[in-house]
């Protein structure tokens, strides 16, 4: 039988599978334009075909993931808030301190931003690793992950909205939407509770190429001048990995990472992959991130 799928922008070629694993992107010759809409001819037989914009990390893989590292023995998990369609909002936070010395780390805000997630998961996979430096930062600071803001939006395939129709990534000042607005509130409550201390707020999407949103390099943060360490340590310990710094983007739209500088004071991030950046290379690049932020971290003299 076959399907003719319309629909609008041509930033994504539809990927297909059979079996939810093995992913192929739509055939050249399969799909056309009309106008500003792309038109796939779909070819769909006995067996389930998935159509995917980019192949997803969806909330089974990714609640087993959380589950997995909720298990671990300094993990502490949390709900901290439902969404619209009361799907749990999970906290998880890796320490082994009571020191309020905080890294925060969101993502998935934005569906089918998969690339991000993998980075989540492979940054955070390091920070709970076995190694000399994770088991040490892990002494000194509390990583608090909020892998899955959007989870209603990541069920039904939304592009970059709740089920409330709002971009979850454009509210972080009215908070009309109840997933960010809970995902504020967790982290406001940790990071303003006395004797706490926000070291740094990354929240992971995913865009044409991998680029990081930060502040300006004379907009103070806390730790002084960190997104400039780290992102030069990425780059000597990465020179073959091609990604940019943008200081300028959405700075007047109430995005998570205005909102984390504004509020904590911090340095504030969205760290873009590419939507086609190889996975292989996204983990090992998240991990060697991780790395380079733990040092940086205990190497900070205000810690
Ligand atoms: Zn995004």
Redesign the pocket.
Same mark, same amino acid.
């Given at each position: 039988m076959k399907f003719q799928l319309t629909y609008p922008g041509l930033t994504a070629l539809p990927k297909l599978s059979h079996d939810g694993v093995k992913w192929t992107p739509l055939r050249s010759n399969a799909w056309s334009l009309a106008g500003s809409n792309r038109v796939a001819q779909l070819e769909v037989g006995p067996q389930p075909l998935w159509v995917f914009a980019h192949e997803p990390v969806g909330l089974k893989p990714l609640g087993e993931w959380m589950d997995a590292k909720a298990k671990l023995p300094f993990a502490k998990e949390k709900t901290i808030g439902e969404s619209i369609e009361k799907r749990p909002l999970r906290q998880l936070t890796f320490g082994e301190t009571t020191n309020a010395n905080f890294v925060f780390l969101i993502g998935r805000? $934005?569906p089918p931003?998969i690339t991000g997630t993998v980075g989540l998961m492979s940054i955070v996979d390091t920070i709970v690793g076995d190694s000399a430096l994770a088991k040490k930062f892990r002494r000194q600071f509390q990583t608090v992950v909020i892998p899955l803001v959007n989870p209603d939006g990541v069920e039904h395939g939304h592009w970059r909205s709740t089920l409330g129709g709002i971009d979850p990534?454009r509210d972080w000042e009215k908070f009309t939407q109840p997933e960010p607005r809970a995902t504020s509130e967790a982290i406001a409550t940790l990071a303003k509770a006395p004797g706490a201390r926000t070291f740094l707020f990354v929240d992971f $999407?995913?865009t044409g190429e991998d680029v990081f949103y930060t502040q300006k390099d004379d907009e103070l943060t806390f730790p002084k001048d960190f997104t400039t360490h780290w992102l030069g340590a990425i780059r000597t310990r990465f020179p073959d990995y091609k990604f940019k710094r943008d200081a300028g983007h959405n700075v007047n739209q109430p995005t998570s990472k205005h909102w984390a500088w504004t509020t904590l004071g911090c340095p504030g991030i969205t760290y873009e992959f590419g939507y086609g950046t190889d996975r292989a290379l996204i983990r090992k690049i998240s991990s060697g991130a991780a790395e380079e932020m733990m040092k940086l971290l205990l190497a900070e003299p205000s810690r």
């Open positions: 805000q $934005h931003e990534n $999407h995913s």
